[in-house]
């Protein structure tokens, strides 16, 4: 079965600086998306950025991007210039190319300090 | 464009009873699931419609149901309410396709006491 793992329950970072969060996952699928939400206090789960498996080049939105390691089955988000507004729950989740379910991690709260 | 809506925002109900939540997509989706996130969790899957049929179900009993309407507006049903099943209930709509990306509603906080 697909399994999502984050490593890393709390994380912190100073306002402007970078923070990688750590995702695994475990597939013998090949056609598969992985994503990163991101959970506010409001509680809506908001899209932040997600990757094909089958591009290699890692995808990018603005201040987040993300090291997608297929062969390792490693999928990290990294955020630049963190912003107060970045703090949140963070969930890493998968989803095989034909199934409809995503399957999530526990997720890593994120505290950015001013 | 109207994004996801979920109602009510918050429940109280106790052991046995019967709760209904509602989950409108947004415009243009015509697939809707239905996630579980308990406190500390990350969400687990309940299940998924598409054109008013069930189309996926994850590990939960057969008190949890569904409907979906013809409008695409979603009803999720749970019988013989436990203690376990407070939680937070998210919806979340999509449009049939490969990437099936999901977006999701406010939720519903339900309190079983």
């Known amino acids: 079965a697909q399994t999502v793992t984050q490593s890393q329950p709390e994380m912190s970072v100073q306002e402007a600086e970078t923070v990688t969060l750590s995702c695994t996952y475990d597939t013998s699928e090949s056609d598969y998306y992985l994503f990163w939400y991101k959970q506010p206090p409001s509680r809506q789960m908001i899209l932040v950025i997600r990757?094909?498996?089958?591009k290699q080049q890692n995808a990018t939105e603005n201040r987040f991007s993300v090291n997608f390691q297929k062969a390792a089955k490693s999928f990290s988000l990294k955020i630049s210039d963190s912003q107060l507004g970045d703090a949140a729950m963070y969930f890493c989740a998968y989803k095989e190319g034909n199934n409809r379910k995503l399957i999530w991690g526990l997720g890593t709260s994120l505290a950015v300090n001013p | 464009e109207t994004g996801v809506t979920q109602s009510p925002t918050h429940l109280i109900k106790t052991r046995g009873q019967q709760v209904t939540l509602r989950c409108s997509s947004q415009?243009?989706?015509?697939?809707v699931s239905w996630y579980q996130q308990a406190l500390g969790q990350g969400p687990q899957f309940i299940f998924q419609y598409y054109r008013e049929e069930e189309n996926g179900r994850g590990n939960f009993p057969p008190r949890f149901s569904g409907l979906q309407f013809p409008n695409y507006s979603s009803e999720l049903n749970v019988n013989a309410l436990e203690l376990d099943d407070s939680a937070l209930y998210l919806c979340a709509s999509s449009s049939r396709g490969s990437v099936d990306e999901q977006f999701f509603g406010p939720g519903t906080r339900l309190t079983v006491l």
């Open positions: 415009s243009g989706h015509n697939t």
């Open positions: 990757q094909e498996a089958y």
